[in-house]
């Protein structure tokens, strides 16, 4: 049983364990495996939304020399901040 504990959780160290009954790991043995199953939420899930961040379309991304080409009427200073010089 110790050693099946072991599995699911590494981070338990067998002289630990060791100092548990049979009924107190079976107990916990359970526990460990009900902490593994997978558990799919129903209902209405959207105040958890903002703890699961969205993935973001793949969008490329626009070279320096582009953005730098289309602007428009833009002074040096402007061009300047842009390019990270000041």
Do not use: C
Request: proline share 7%.
């Amino acid at each position: 049983m110790i050693d099946e504990i072991m599995e699911l959780n590494q981070s338990a160290q067998p002289e630990f364990l060791a100092m548990f009954d049979d009924v107190e790991l079976d107990e916990y043995l359970s526990h460990l495996h009900w902490l593994s199953t997978p558990v799919q939420m129903t209902g209405d899930t959207s105040q958890y939304d903002k703890y699961f961040p969205q993935e973001r379309p793949n969008t490329p991304q626009q070279p320096m020399v582009t953005l730098w080409n289309t602007m428009e009427q833009s002074s040096v200073a402007e061009r300047a901040a842009v390019a990270g010089l000041f």
